[in-house]
């Protein structure tokens, strides 16, 4: 069953913090995808990439940055934690021609 | 933003009853795409329709688009209570989807 994994359903980070979340297909997607889901917000992109060490922001990429050194793995990483980075960040990865994301099952990260 | 919007927010329906929601959308499409999200759960395609399609089928879902009006529905009929989760509509604009804030669909037994 393919899928995306990523690596932590529940996490609990300090103000300050530098916080690595991961994401990992066993698809052999190209693209790979960053989004935090807030209440009455939606799904917002805050980075993507479309190949190995590219990356392009999103809508929202202030306070993240991303790393993309292997296919199947796109890391987000909070350079400095702050409370209003407490979210659920899915992680999704699609291939062209084919329809649709593949879904993680998202972190819901806390920030306190 | 291109993100869609959804209609109803909140939608609450008996087992057995039709729930329909719809979606709006702002610039020219490739394609729409339906998700469904469970509780704390990410997203699952559902069902995608082309820009030159204007009604399509899978199982008890049937989605509608109208390119002249920048909208879609999402129909669910029979609807059970496996069914409740939220639903959200993507719409295509090249390799990125821009998703609405979703609707919120309960299935009460």
């Known amino acids: 069953d393919v899928k995306v994994t990523q690596s932590s359903r529940y996490l609990v980070k300090r103000t300050g913090e530098k916080v690595f979340l991961e994401c990992v297909q066993d698809?052999?997607?190209?693209?790979m995808f960053w989004y935090r889901q807030d209440p009455g917000l939606g799904l917002r992109l805050i980075y993507f990439s479309y190949d190995v060490k590219m990356k392009e922001k999103g809508d929202i990429p202030e306070g993240y940055s991303v790393s993309r050194e292997k296919k199947e793995r796109f890391s987000l990483i909070l350079e400095s934690a702050s409370t209003n980075q407490t979210s659920m960040y899915l992680c999704?990865?699609?291939?062209?021609?084919?329809?649709?994301?593949?879904f993680g099952s998202g972190t819901r990260l806390t920030v306190v | 933003s291109q993100q869609g919007e959804e209609d109803p927010q909140a939608l609450s329906i008996q087992e057995g009853e039709n729930a329909t929601m719809n979606c709006s959308y702002k610039t020219s499409i490739n394609n729409l795409q339906w998700y469904r999200q469970n509780s704390g759960r990410g997203l699952v395609h559902l069902i995608l329709i082309r820009s030159n399609e204007r009604e399509k089928h899978s199982g008890r879902l049937r989605v509608t688009l109208d390119t002249s009006k920048k909208s879609s529905s999402l129909l669910i009929t029979a609807s059970r209570a496996a069914d409740t989760a939220s639903y959200f509509c993507?719409?295509?604009?090249?390799?990125?989807?821009?998703f609405g804030t979703g609707t919120s669909l309960t299935v009460i037994p």
């Open positions: 993507a719409t295509n604009t090249g390799n990125q989807f821009y």
């Open positions: 698809m052999d997607h190209e693209n």
């Open positions: 999704a990865s699609s291939s062209p021609g084919r329809p649709g994301y593949t």
